[in-house]
């Protein structure tokens, strides 16, 4: 075989999110968070890098390499910056983007929230208050309503997990940076209603527009000891969500690498009963959430070649996923909404694109409904609390010119999505270095 073919209207895209990108978002519950005295986040994200004026050079770029898919998200911050008062001059701002993406002949996939929170919803606790889901359904139908029947795909929370566990169970650097399970808790079942009450609202007013939850999903590996701490894991950061998203049009697939535990034997039972005991649950589902970290699993192992987040480099742990939950619900659509590499050295990211996608392709012809790829991201943008040390983007930045210089990797993509062919060469990457 000389080339992988993909199926007729696959959707190929690039991805961002308001915070990341826009600039002074500052009705958001991160813009507190950037300045936090002795807070986790590197630096804050201030004009980050301006595509809230710049979005119409931004698509035109995009369309240019041959994309046809841009996958972004509304900002609740902006729309509806206190209690009850949306802006109407901000939902026009993102309908404007809605329709230049049309007009450029590209398909807006619209990720109602993407983490961050106006700030008045997480003063009152965000997704552990019980008043949250509501509120998020209200703005939703706002949304909707105002992005018209331009819209054909909603993603209604992106990565549930990341706010959930990265906020309330871990030191991944999100607010509001407690380690406290009652909350964690709370702020699950907060997300798995918001995500249900939101996926009604635009069944309701858009019946004819697709709407899922875009998953965070790892592929994991873990020897005996670490299998049961693995599976709380599982249970906890991704199952919950998928069971979630039972009645999605589509799941959005969201994998960035693999997670590795491997724990010493002796560590099986001793996680298992401390999980078994339920008073006992305030100190022992932290420690065997935290305990991929202590044994370094989220961080690869010492031998393995890994990105700037440290992550262990493995493009193929896309299609794993993509497996795993095409076993699960064989009959629904699946959409890789986010999958990348932060690394300077963009023949990595090339490589990343082509064993991904060779391993992906390997999925469709055994029979996965997989609709589309949009890699994360656009362009280099304000990574969380990693600020702006990590290099995601098709598409390098100059913050302090704001220049655009668009890498060979957003070429290769653009050119795969132009042809819906991946030639022999890049396929010829698929056993790494
Ligand atoms: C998030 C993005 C983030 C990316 C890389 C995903 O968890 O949705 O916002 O930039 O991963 O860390």
């Known amino acids: 075989m000389t080339e992988l073919i993909f199926p007729p209207n696959f959707l190929w895209g690039a991805a961002t999110s308001a915070h990341q990108v826009e600039g002074g978002n500052d009705s958001a519950d991160w813009w507190d968070w950037e300045r936090k005295a002795g807070g986790p986040v590197r630096e804050p994200s201030g004009t980050a890098v301006e595509h809230y004026s710049r979005y119409p050079d931004d698509l035109a770029l995009l369309a240019s390499l041959g994309l046809n898919t841009f996958r972004f998200s509304v900002e609740w911050a902006r729309i509806e910056p206190s209690e009850g008062t949306f802006a109407a001059a901000e939902l026009a701002h993102y309908r404007n983007v809605v329709e ?20 008045w919803v997480a003063a009152e606790g965000g997704w552990t208050s019980p008043r949250t889901p509501g509120l998020f359904e209200r703005y939703v139908r706002r949304v909707v309503e105002a992005l018209g029947d331009a819209v054909p795909w909603f993603c209604t929370i992106n990565e549930p997990t990341t706010v959930a566990t990265g906020g309330y169970m871990s ?18 079942a907060g997300l798995v209603e918001g995500h249900k009450r939101a996926l009604a609202a635009i069944h309701e007013v858009r019946p004819e527009a697709k709407a899922g939850l875009a998953v965070f999903s790892v592929e994991r590996a ?3 000891g670490g299998r ?6 599982q249970r906890w950061n991704e199952d919950v969500y998928l069971e979630a998203a039972a009645d999605d049009d589509f799941i959005g697939v969201q994998t960035y690498t ?9 560590m099986a039972p001793l996680t298992r009963a401390a999980l078994a005991v339920r008073p006992l649950e305030r100190f022992a589902v932290p420690w065997v959430m935290g305990l991929k970290d202590k044994a370094n699993g989220t961080q ?4 393995s070649r890994v990105t700037q987040m440290g992550w262990e480099y493995r493009p ?35 490589e990343f694109i ?6 992906l392709h390997d999925t469709i012809a055994d029979g996965t409904r997989l609709r589309g790829y949009v890699h994360w991201s656009l362009m280099d943008n304000f990574e969380w609390a990693t600020g702006y040390q990590a290099n995601f983007g098709l598409v390098a930045v100059d913050r302090a010119t704001q220049e655009r210089t668009v890498r060979p990797s957003a070429r290769f993509l653009g050119e795969i999505a132009r042809t819906g062919r991946l030639r022999a060469e890049a396929i010829s990457m698929r056993s790494g270095r």
Do not use: C
């Open 100 to 119: 230049r993406a049309r007009a450029l002949g590209v398909t807006p996939m619209v990720t109602l929230n993407h983490f961050t929170l106006p700030r």
């Open 228 to 233: 049961p701490a693995d599976e709380f894991s």
């Open 354 to 359: 082509a064993r991904g996608l060779a391993a």
């Open 171 to 188: 030191g991944w650097g999100f607010p509001p940076g407690v380690v406290n399970v009652r909350a964690w808790r709370a702020a699950i």
């Open 300 to 303: 690869a192992p010492a031998d």
């Open 222 to 224: 873990a020897n005996r």
């Open 258 to 266: 693999r997670q590795q535990l491997h724990l010493p034997r002796i």
């Open 316 to 350: 193929e742990s896309v299609a794993a996923v993509v497996r795993r939950i095409a076993a699960i619900y064989p009959d629904k659509d699946l959409v890789v909404t986010e999958h990348g590499v932060a690394t300077l050295d963009d023949a990595e990211r090339v």
